[in-house]
């Protein structure tokens, strides 16, 4: 029998980190004299930082500039984040359950490592997990499948053994081209329609029972 895998997005996934994410972008643009709406944020949610800084930047930022705005953004949501970790609705009871069942658990997300650690220690989850990947350990983003090939090579996990918890489009498309099921989750500051290419849509984590997870991988047992 073989084991199986389960590989998580962070943001949206384990972390409710919409409201945060805004928050530490407009303090970062506010220092920089730029204006940062709620509208703006929801049009750019999901972009990477550095396209969030183009686009919302009226002025030519260089490289250096792009690098700094964002670290700076960066330390503002984990200083939020750090006071009043906004867990997702059950995400630590279920690593906990599926790690109890025998699956194998991992952390696929584009956001830094710092982010992605920080989340990991409020969950409670470092002796839970056999994969964390963050964007520093890839050279290429979603929807490009290297991110969640990494973790599932790291759990020596076969990639068809995985499912993946997302809550976006990119996410979601890189799932399917790493060959994997993709549950889609409802999250913050996404549409029910983004998820309509997820091979299974929930409303709330407490919804992933071992079940599901064997039927859509294709398994009778895990």
């Known amino acids: 029998m073989q084991t199986s895998g389960v590989i998580f997005d962070v943001d949206g996934t384990l972390v409710d980190s919409y409201g945060p994410h805004y928050e530490s972008w407009k303090m970062a643009a506010v220092q920089e004299g730029v204006t940062f709406t709620p509208e703006q944020f929801r049009k750019a949610f999901g972009l990477t930082s550095r396209d969030i800084i183009k686009r919302l930047w009226a002025h030519d930022v260089t490289e250096s500039q792009i690098l700094a705005i ?106 399917h081209a790493a060959g994997m099921k993709c549950i889609g989750i409802m999250s913050t500051g996404h549409l029910i329609e983004e998820l309509k290419n997820a091979d299974q849509v929930i409303d709330s984590l407490r919804e992933i029972t071992p079940e599901m997870l064997r039927h859509l991988i294709g398994v009778k047992e895990v």
């Open 70 to 175: 964002d670290d700076i953004k960066e330390r503002a949501y984990r200083g939020i984040a750090a006071v009043n970790f906004p867990a997702m609705d059950g995400a630590e009871e279920l690593l906990k359950m599926l790690h109890s069942h025998g699956f194998k658990l991992g952390i696929g997300s584009s956001g830094p490592k710092e982010n992605v650690d920080l989340a990991v220690r409020k969950l409670a989850a470092e002796n839970l997990l056999d994969a964390v990947i963050s964007g520093s350990d890839v050279s290429r983003a979603k929807p490009d499948p290297e991110i969640f090939l990494t973790a599932a090579a790291n759990m020596r996990i076969l990639p068809q053994r995985c499912v993946v918890v997302e809550d976006s489009t990119i996410g979601i498309r890189a799932a």
